[in-house]
């Protein structure tokens, strides 16, 4: 009588819940936002001069964006619980980065030009991941991609003068657009938050190319590399 009552209770009590894995077949929708950072400047040659033409300097490196605002959406479908793949849209929109020369004369002559250059990104690409434990109740994962980058530069150049107490400005700004391939790879991990929703913390790696011989023939096309982290909140269905 005993031994039957205390089968009846344990087979009435809750079974413990257990973490649920990626599996084949399984989808996963995702959006993210975070922020970014340029990891190089071009190499392009700049020569200041000034009003006359006289020359205050040279630079062979400048930057083309400083912090940036990132986010986009994706699709996974997972054709084994190692890996998925897809398609994702993502975007950065970078900061000015300023570069900025000086020169002194007699006379309390100051001069002084600078480059601002904001840089935006806009990414279509395919994506994949590799799950390396699909079953864990935190997973890892290494996350990438390939696809096409719409990039647009706007370049301000301004020029300062003081020179006997009178001051001369000027400035002029230009934007182009360039469309390169662009890649990505990274590292990842997920948890599940409540039911089929996740969250999780993704870092990447990611190269684009931009054109610059649409601002001034002969400088060409330059590789930018850019860092950015993410938090990601997905839903798994």
Known sequence: MFLAVLVSLLSAW??????????????LVSVFVG?????????LFFDFRDDTGYPLGT??????????????AQYLYAVSPYWAFGAEYNANWFDGATD???????????????VDQDMDVHNVMAAGRFTLNPQG????????????????????????????????????????NSRSFTYYAGLGVEHRLAGS???????RYQSFRFDY??????LGSENLHYVTLLFKLSYQF
């Open 14 to 27: 809750p079974a413990p819940t257990v973490a649920q894995g990626l599996q084949k077949g399984d989808q």
């Open 35 to 43: 922020a970014g950072g340029a990891t190089n400047d071009t190499s």
């Open 59 to 72: 630079t062979n490196d400048l930057g083309w964006g400083d912090e940036s605002v990132a986010l986009g």
């Open 100 to 114: 900025e020369l000086n020169a002194w004369g007699g006379a309390g002559q100051h001069m002084k030009a600078e």
């Open 137 to 176: 109740s935190f997973r890892f994962y290494v996350p990438f991609g390939a696809g096409i980058a719409f990039a647009k530069s706007t370049i301000k150049n301004s020029f300062w003068e003081q020179n006997s107490g009178t001051t001369t400005y000027t400035e002029a700004r230009q934007a182009a």
């Open 197 to 203: 929703w996740l969250w999780g913390l993704e870092g």
């Open 213 to 218: 011989d649409q601002f001034f023939s002969g």
